[in-house]
């Protein structure tokens, strides 16, 4: 008889080992993040080798808790008094370009009949800061692997199509430093896209485009509020039924949020969470990889990439509107 817990330790052991080759390997690829690299080679080993079906249970296992963990960890990173260095006119645009973004998306991902959760995954990474913004919703609103690798796949893509294009262009047209930050902190996906882009213009450009995008990553907690009422309440006609039941680790990921925000931390205590989360969550996205053959990666992502290339364009016409006032 085959002992559970030795089956569930081989899906483990096998997650763990790939996150540690991606973590490794991805410093060594150009414009290559360690998240997307446990996902791609986690989809890479599961459609080069016969996975047998007793590694499931552990794969399973770790691509769904260890973005729980993933995410309380990565809330040590998340500060409000961000949003306070914005300026009251660029915070309410900022705000505006993201639920504008956010709500546009969720209509999009119907009409355009994205498989799943998707659509609801890639429109809220896009809008608030990517892999990290996924982590949070997917446990709540998706039990399917595949939708959870679409929706990082595109959002890791457009984040480094945008990293190598956006200084190109806005030099190009020689917006100024201002605008400049603005649309990069505003629109790329994960804070090293934000990084790479703005400082590769300028030391102006750059702290104008983190300062933007630390403020939007601050808006994570009331959008995933949000979108966690609306999904529960999905449907529900009763207006004296709503409610808002979150999952622990939600709860959790609020309360640390808010402590950080008002109890200074140590530099060297936030940056071991953020590097610990980023390595929790690339061991997670190597068990998702695990899950997803390339076929239907391919045939559900192309809805996916259609949905994220307009939300790019349509969250950077939201930021547009800097200029008019």
């Known amino acids: 008889m085959t002992n559970p817990i030795s089956q569930m330790f081989k899906g483990i052991a096998l997650s763990i080992l790939i996150g540690l080759v991606a973590y490794g390997v ?6 290559m993040n360690e998240i997307l690299m446990g996902l791609l080679l986690g989809v890479l080993f599961n459609n080069l ?18 973005f729980e963990i993933a995410i309380l960890l990565l809330a040590v990173g998340i500060n409000f008094s961000h949003i306070s260095n914005l300026g009251w006119r660029m915070f309410l645009l900022l705000v505006l370009a993201v639920f504008g973004t956010l709500f546009i998306g969720m209509w999009l991902s119907k009409k355009l009949k994205c498989p799943g959760s998707s659509g609801l995954l890639i429109s809220f990474g896009t809008v608030i800061c990517g892999a990290a913004a996924i982590a ?12 959870i690798g679409i929706s990082m796949a595109v959002i890791n ?12 262009i806005l030099v190009a047209i020689a917006l100024p430093s201002q605008e400049s930050g603005l649309l990069i902190g505003g629109s790329l996906h994960s804070v090293g896209n934000v990084a790479g882009a703005g400082f590769e213009m300028g030391e102006e450009v750059g702290r104008t485009a983190i300062t933007v995008k630390l403020a939007r990553v601050a808006l994570l907690s009331p959008a995933l509020l949000l979108v966690t009422f609306l999904y529960q309440n999905a449907g529900n006609q009763s207006k004296t039924r709503f409610r808002l039941r979150l999952p ?13 925000s008002v109890v200074p931390i140590p530099s060297l205590i936030i940056k071991l969470a953020d590097d610990i989360g980023k390595f929790v969550l690339t061991v997670a996205m190597s068990a998702v990889g695990l899950n997803v053959r390339f076929i239907t990666l391919y045939q559900s992502g192309r809805k996916g990439l259609l949905l994220g290339l307009i939300l790019f364009w349509v969250q950077i016409a939201f930021l547009s509107f800097w200029f008019f006032i």
């Open 26 to 31: 991805a410093p060594f690829i150009p414009s």
């Open 248 to 260: 622990w680790y939600v709860w959790g990921f609020i309360l640390i949020s808010i402590f950080v």
């Open 157 to 168: 893509l457009f984040g480094i199509l945008g990293m190598l294009l956006f200084p190109l």
């Open 49 to 66: 080798v016969r996975i047998p079906n007793e590694f499931q249970s552990g794969t399973s296992f770790m691509s769904s808790k260890m």
């Open 136 to 147: 949070a919703l997917a446990p709540f609103v998706s039990k399917n692997k595949e939708e």
